[in-house]
């Protein structure tokens, strides 16, 4: 009973969807036949929101647990307490040995086996943690559908060749749906201001946002004037998703500024 105190209460869930959701170019199911997949992209390629929508597709009921912030040493207890929250009824929570960190995610696991209950987990800001506990924790959910996403790092090469398999990527989303993205702001955009676009975001969801959002508010909604004044920039080592980002720094107040400088700096 001590025990199951600890898994009354699920305490992680998806972010909450945006209210339309535009899918990546060629976008991938949640889950496929291999047990582990490792989904690799920058801050605002789009990740988790295409998890927690996909989640709703798939077959397997899915769990999300987010290891950002979190002490490598509490993963493995934190995420069976959300497994068994979600999965285990009250009874079956009472029978767990009582044991602690992989021990009790590795007992938890054994529970859904038995009762033949197969689950995806979604796993997010892996980057955060080592190699080894990423493996660990694969070790301990053998018959899960594992889905790992990640920033890049190097690490990652040796993580998918341990785990054998092979990194993947979102591909962003496509010229139509940019143009789709701008008009929504009622913003201009031809086809070859799409395309520059597309050359200055990747298709990173949250930069083509950001630039359609800049090109209404600063810009009168001319999507070509936007291109121009961001690709006239000079900082050679800014990437192009950088140079949006201090594009949209340098309209904020003063004040603003200083605050946006205060939390970039802060470790919370």
Not at 9 to 33: I, K, N, W
Not at 163 to 183: C, H, M
């Amino acid at each position: 009973p001590q025990l199951y105190e600890q898994f009354v209460e699920e305490l992680q869930a998806f972010p909450q969807l945006p209210a339309v959701y535009r899918p990546h170019d060629g976008e991938p199911d949640l889950t496929s036949e291999a047990p582990v997949r490792l989904v690799v992209g920058f801050s605002g390629a789009g990740k988790t929101t295409w998890a927690a929508h996909a989640a709703a597709h798939c077959p397997q009921p899915v769990t999300y647990f987010d290891v950002a912030g979190m002490p490598a040493a509490s993963v493995p207890s934190a995420l069976a307490r959300e497994l068994a929250a979600r999965h285990l009824s009250r009874s079956e929570a009472e029978t767990l040995p009582v044991a602690s960190g992989i021990d009790v995610l590795r007992a938890v696991h054994a529970r859904l086996d038995q009762a033949g209950i197969t689950i995806a987990v979604v796993v997010d800001n892996v980057h955060q943690l080592a190699a080894d506990d990423v493996r660990m924790l694969a070790g301990a959910l053998p018959t899960a559908r594992l889905v790992l996403l990640a920033h890049p790092r190097p690490q990652h090469s040796p993580l998918a060749a341990h785990l054998g398999i092979t990194a993947e990527t979102l591909a962003g989303w496509s010229i139509d749906t940019i143009a789709a993205v701008f008009a929504a702001e009622g913003c201009v955009v031809d086809y070859g201001t799409a395309q520059r676009v597309l050359a200055l975001t990747a298709g990173l969801p949250l930069y083509v946002l950001n630039s359609a959002q800049l090109t209404r508010t600063a810009y009168a909604g001319n999507g070509a004037a936007f291109c121009d004044a961001v690709q006239a920039q000079t900082h050679t080592a800014a990437t192009a998703q950088e140079r949006i980002l201090q594009e949209v720094f340098g309209l904020l107040e003063p004040r603003e500024r200083a605050v946006a400088a205060i939390l970039a700096i802060a470790e919370v």
